[in-house]
């Protein structure tokens, strides 16, 4: 059985890719590892917690990250009408009774990865701070994953955090050049391209979700309420971009993926208007050695399928 590690800055999408993987028969997740993002680090420590109890499979160990970016101010606590002020839509959910563990989330992802080389696939969903001081603290650690796969950039896209940059990759772009260029192991990258235009959970999809009659599920759309409401303003219609949902797709499902580029590939870290975006050398100017691959088309109803299936 697949093993994974995850981590998270648990917001409502966050949480519905976390249900995807905690009830999928082929993966085992072993662990969740939480950073601030989408909300403070304690937030989505407690949202990581709530939604292991939701998904009501079993309870990997959850271990809390870092609070803050490596350099830069983060956006945390900047922008209330994607997840609400709890990061899933301010719906009074109730504590949770699971707790997290006591061991640091980079001490924790240092040590399992050393002592289990070649046996790990790392999923990220938030930005990639905590991988960062792995690849900082312990060089050559990060190698001995088998995959990474990161919910991150815009592929041949516009932003959605500034006019060029993805929120994860917006909140720490010096945690995810670091990344880039000190991994040393399978990079790929899914996009927020992958989950608007035809990628899109139409009003119809929804609907079609929530005449399933599945608690679990209508808790899924339930906590996504911001998005929505938000997505009528930006596309013209009460839609779903489930991106972090997206990722853990192509995690989990690798064949949804059916054009990518392998590439040079690096962060923009001078702050400027392009500080956050992600440079993918698809021509090879550089004369550098790929290290990513980033996906720009996915199976658009085998994605719907992975993630509905999934939560039903």
């Known amino acids: ?36 993002g989408n909300v403070s680090v304690e937030q989505a420590t407690k949202n990581a917690l709530i939604t292991i109890e939701r998904a009501g499979t079993y309870a990997p160990p959850v271990y809390q990250g870092l609070t803050t970016g490596v350099l830069n101010q983060p956006l945390v606590g900047k922008n209330y009408t994607i997840h609400g002020r709890d990061g899933m839509g301010d719906l009074g959910l109730p504590e949770p009774r699971l707790q997290p563990e006591k061991e640091h989330a980079v001490d924790f992802l240092i040590r399992t990865i050393e002592a289990h080389p070649g046996e790990y696939e790392l999923v990220t969903l938030g930005p990639v701070t905590n991988l960062a001081w792995v690849s900082l603290r312990s060089p ?27 929120g994860n ?8 050049d670091i990344v880039l260029r000190d ?81 040079y590939t690096r962060a923009e870290t001078n702050h400027g208007l392009a500080y956050g975006a992600i440079a993918v050398d698809h021509c090879h100017h ?20 992975c993630i509905i299936s999934r939560i039903l």
């Open 183 to 263: 991994a040393g192991t399978e990079l790929v990258l899914v996009g927020w391209n992958l989950c608007i235009n035809e990628y899109l959970f139409t009003p119809e999809d929804l609907q079609s979700i929530r005449d399933s009659g599945s608690p679990l599920a209508n808790w899924c759309l339930d906590i996504n309420h911001n998005l929505v409401e938000l997505n009528e303003k930006r596309f013209g219609a009460p839609a779903l971009d489930f991106a972090d949902p997206a990722a853990m797709a192509v995690a989990l499902e690798p064949k949804l993926v059916l054009e990518s580029v392998t590439a």
């Open 140 to 166: 050559g650690t990060l190698a001995k994953l088998k995959r990474i796969t990161m919910m991150m950039g815009t592929g041949p896209y516009f932003g959605n955090a500034t006019p060029l940059a993805e």
């Open 286 to 305: 550089s004369g550098e050695k790929p290290n990513a691959t980033t996906c720009t088309k996915l199976d658009p109803q085998g994605l719907k399928r």
């Open 1 to 36: 059985m697949r093993k994974l590690l995850i981590d998270t800055d648990v917001g409502g999408d966050d949480a519905v890719a976390l249900v995807m993987a905690l009830r999928d028969p082929k993966v085992q997740v072993e662990a969740i590892t939480t950073v601030m």
């Open 169 to 176: 990759a917006r909140m720490d772009p010096e945690a995810l």
